[in-house]
């Protein structure tokens, strides 16, 4: 079973700034098997990024993902205040099989 | 755009079953193949329990799989969750999810809002 990892726990940044999360699998992975998504308080998960590049539909092009093998990104080039909330990746595990998820990353102002 | 709405008791007993629905509107069941349960718990963070295609076929996660079973209405446009000899752990909010129509890529786009079920006396 893969395990992922998302890091850091907690970001302190500002509007305005750049990040990059971070999502790590315990092995290689299929890299369209990846996805990213963020949650706002007392609200559903929202897909961001799929196949670990491809942006869903309606989603800011601040918002980008990348990677490969076991490390993966999501980055978003220019922080709004909305985007102060907790981002998870999500992986489909074939050999398991199911899918999983990253514990979150939250980012605080 | 699609949407997906759960419904089902807010309150369960331990060792009953739940029962979810999770009913799709504004589409069709079969705009996309296929459909999941996700639930979230402070405890557990998310975790998905089982998928189904709208043909009926499903998988389920291993670690639920001897508790859970999903079903398919098609006429009704709905989609369900039965698990049963439930815990405390099984407190959670639970999601349904449509996963990306798009062949070999995984991700769910549209989620519904999510219903709070708590398993207590």
Not at chain 1, 99 to 107: A, D, E, P
Not at chain 2, 45 to 66: C, D, F, M, Q, R
Not at chain 2, 88 to 100: E, G, K, L, M, S
């Amino acid at each position: 079973e893969i395990v992922l990892t998302q890091s850091p726990g907690t970001l302190s940044l500002s509007p305005g700034e750049r990040v990059t999360l971070s999502c790590r699998a315990s092995q290689i992975v299929t890299s369209s098997y990846l996805a990213w998504y963020q949650q706002q308080p007392g609200q559903a998960p929202r897909l961001l990024i799929y196949g670990a590049s491809n942006r869903a539909p309606g989603i800011p092009a601040r918002f980008s993902g990348s990677g490969s093998g076991t490390d993966f990104t999501l980055t978003i080039s220019r922080l709004e205040p909305e985007d102060f909330t907790v981002y998870y990746c999500q992986l489909y595990d074939s050999s398991y099989p199911a899918y999983i998820f990253g514990q979150g990353t939250k980012l605080e102002i | 755009q699609v949407q997906l709405q759960e419904s089902g008791p807010g309150l369960v007993k331990p060792s009953g079953t739940l029962s979810l629905t999770c009913s799709v509107s504004s589409g069709s069941i079969t705009s996309a193949f296929w459909w999941s349960w996700v639930r979230q718990s402070p405890g557990r963070g998310l975790e998905w329990i089982a998928e189904i295609h709208h043909g009926g076929s499903t998988n389920y996660n291993p670690s639920l799989k001897s508790r859970v079973t999903v079903s398919v209405d098609k006429s009704k446009n709905q989609f369900s969750l039965n698990l049963n000899s439930l815990t405390a752990a099984d407190t959670a909010v639970y999601y349904c999810a449509r996963h990306v129509p798009v062949t070999g890529q995984r991700g769910f786009d549209y989620w519904g809002q999510g219903t709070l079920v708590t398993v207590s006396s």
